[in-house]
């Protein structure tokens, strides 16, 4: 019997909500998984902060362009429509507010919508931020793709987060492998259980209150 | 005739100075000026602040500039990578200094040292520590961080195809935060991998204009950092 | 497939309402989206504020929308030329609003608004009348101005081509404020006089890329300003 | 026998001044006589605030491109190695410091360098800044080529403008019919004398104190 979501499963439900048309800008890890569930009838323009829109999937050894990487450093290549720019057109595309969704991994999610994803604080951490504190500032919808708790089971989404913050009440939609959880102005709540997930069990694991599906 | 060619990489790092600041273009191995690096490495110039989005790749380039104690300071968004360790060592042992800006914040503040503009506001990572010591404001009902512009003394810059004016076209996403640099430097140092006549690249197509570059090194076949890390190489 | 083309230029303005802020590209006649500007007086809107680095020439395009009474105020640097008859008398009549802002500040402005930039600061207009009434800070011992960003509901302007996801090239100094103006407005409405089909356009050659355009009409063959004037037209 | 300079040795006098290599921009009226006088072995390049590098002369009708224009709207040409920009990007290169000398005219000057060029602020004036404001703050050099007195016989290099101000304390050097003269801390400073004009009549013809050349 299944239990919750696979990481595939929990990309191709965040993909259902993207909009036909969106610009979507997609942190690593799972979120890069959102190319490969694109819904029937979609498209969704990709940009990489590092200069570029119309991303493609990675190239084949004869494609391989040693210049055109993601923002991850790894090989990309282009699809009909793609765009070159640089760093300061591209981080006008976020901060201005022009890319529709910013699908994120992350340590840690608050229920006030602060995100922590960029540094654990450790003393002896370096610190690299990266693009992240641009993308949740300038984005409009903030989605996060994470298992629901740490390896170790600790829980992922929390009531206040204990790692330094990456923004403030920026998170919009949470996709976890056990439930799609909103966070509004009363904390968290679940949109939709994963199958064969209760809701005691992710009351369980959230470091919060959350409240049941309406 | 205005000709900005230069015939040596050598020749055209000559006059970095001990102490200065340094932009160094490229995103990761993508648009890396490497042959401008290693011949920074081998002119010796120390004490250096350099500007780059990361702190190098391996023991090549920029990596191997910090390698051999020539760099007092980064200023960088992401000074980590899966195969830099130059740095990381570095920076435990206390000996180099960092500055971490957002990305998107340090593209800014280089644009805006190009354009004349001390500062600005950004919404980027208000309520965060790197907000730590910076002015805050509100405009419309919303917090913003005051930025200052980034300048330096010299920019190193790989391109794909340069005039003797100057004028550049990039790569792809070898692009990414060369043709700010080009605006904020005193004195810009490009490398092109093609050195066409004046009147071959089309004025529409430029992306760098020639006003924002001083020197051109023709570089044909430049080293990829990825490559040369891949052969188990580096500069020393 | 995302497709941006819209069949007509009425259809294009038909939501452009009573009381909104409209920017126009072009710097005098040239880059002057003429068809999309006589779309919006055939359409009727009115009480509009306008953003455009003049007030239109002749009485064609934005002349003829001004002279039209549409316009409640202009924003501009430089609302004065030698063949714009309509916007003086308006504004010595005092009919029509008038902000003049520097060119530079105008295009910054512009931009910091599709940047996300909510303010900046300019040595622009320091010690001049056109500083009266702005918050000025020093830096490094010299003095500044506080600029706003500039945004607006809507943007028309004109592109030499275009793609159906709204990527743009435009034609020499046609380009001007345009690619800013694209970047500032909630809807970005484009005529193009080349239409392409997706992926016709060198990636590394496009200059507004299509995040920031809303809609493209294909209107080849477009009309010219000087050319309406030396003939003696006007649109009414 | 000759007295004074023409507008057109005005003009030459001025490019004299201008350093092989230098990326210009030249005001309308006289400024842009300066065109015709590049001296022998140096190469300037002309810059046009409404986004060109690389100006070349007016058109012949069959070259004309209605969309080629310069600053003031006449209709120009492009030079090999010329580059077209966005209006923020141009002025990027003005408000930046990137241009070398701007050869403006005007009104009035004043021995403090400060320069009205752009109103003479009379109450149905339709104010009309453009960019003058931006290049007299952010170019290096201000050159200034103009009479040396108004058509009624009024000193155009003054004590303290009367005029509304384009900016102030930016002017390097004036170049009238009558000298060349700088602006010093200490105020005017005659360069050189026009030929046949001696030092008293451009002290007469001039609102405020002036020093003889060295």
């Known amino acids: ?214 | 005739m205005i000709n900005k060619q230069c015939p040596s990489v050598a020749e055209a790092v000559a006059d970095i100075p001990d102490g200065a600041t340094v932009m160094v273009g490229g995103f990761g191995a993508s648009g890396s000026p490497v042959e401008l690096l290693h011949a920074l490495i081998d002119h010796g110039a120390r004490d250096l602040t350099v500007i780059n989005n990361n702190t190098g790749n391996g023991e090549v380039g920029l990596a191997a500039l910090i390698g051999n104690g020539q760099v007092r300071k980064m200023i960088c968004s992401f000074p980590r990578s899966s195969q830099s360790k130059v740095f990381p060592e570095l920076y435990r042992a206390g000996r180099i200094e960092l500055e971490v800006v957002p990305q998107g914040t340090l593209a800014e503040r280089i644009r805006a040292a190009g354009a004349g503009i001390p500062a600005f506001y950004t919404p980027t990572a208000v309520g965060t520590v790197l907000a730590e010591g910076k002015e805050s404001r509100e405009f419309d009902g919303r917090e913003y961080l005051m930025e200052r512009w980034l300048k330096a003394d010299f920019a190193l810059i790989k391109c794909e195809t340069a005039d003797p004016l100057g004028n550049l076209t990039f790569n792809k996403t070898g692009r990414n935060f060369s043709p700010l640099m080009c605006m904020a430097a005193t004195t810009t140092i490009v490398q092109a991998t093609h050195l066409v006549a004046r009147g071959n690249i089309n004025p529409e197509h430029i992306v760098t204009p020639g006003i924002f570059v001083d020197r051109v090194v023709e570089v044909p076949d430049p080293v990829h950092e990825d490559i040369l890390i891949a052969e188990g190489r580096r500069y020393a």
């Not at chain 1, 498209?43 to 391989?64: A, K, S, V």
């Not at chain 1, 591209?90 to 992350?106: K, Q």
């Not at chain 1, 919808?141 to 204990?162: A, D, F, M, N």
Request: hydrophobic fraction near 40%.
């Open chain 1, 1 to 214: 019997m299944s239990h919750g979501w696979t990481r595939e499963q929990m990309a191709a439900r965040a993909a259902h909500d993207i909009p036909d048309g969106a610009y979507v800008n997609l942190g690593i890890g799972i979120p890069e998984l959102v190319t490969q569930f694109v819904p029937e009838g979609r498209e969704f323009i990709y940009h990489t902060e590092n200069g570029m829109l119309g991303m493609g999937p990675p190239p084949t050894e004869d494609e391989r362009d040693l210049d055109l990487m993601n923002a991850g450093k790894k090989y990309v290549t282009e699809l009909p429509g793609a765009v070159y720019f640089h760093h300061a057109d591209s981080f006008s595309m976020i901060r201005g507010g022009h890319i529709d969704v910013c699908v994120l991994g992350t340590m840690q999610v608050a229920e006030n919508g602060d995100i922590a994803n960029w540094s654990t604080g450790a003393p002896d951490a370096i610190p690299a931020v990266g693009g992240a504190m641009d993308l949740v500032q300038g984005v409009e919808k903030i989605y996060v793709i994470t298992q629901h708790t740490t390896k170790t089971g600790e829980p992922k989404l929390v009531g206040r987060c204990s790692y330094p913050l990456t923004g403030a009440g920026v998170v919009s939609r949470i996709f976890t492998d056990l439930a799609v959880v909103d966070v509004t102005p009363d904390g968290f709540q679940v949109v939709e259980l994963a199958p064969g997930v209760d809701f005691d069990e992710v009351q369980q694991k959230t470091g919060a209150p959350i409240r049941p599906p309406a």
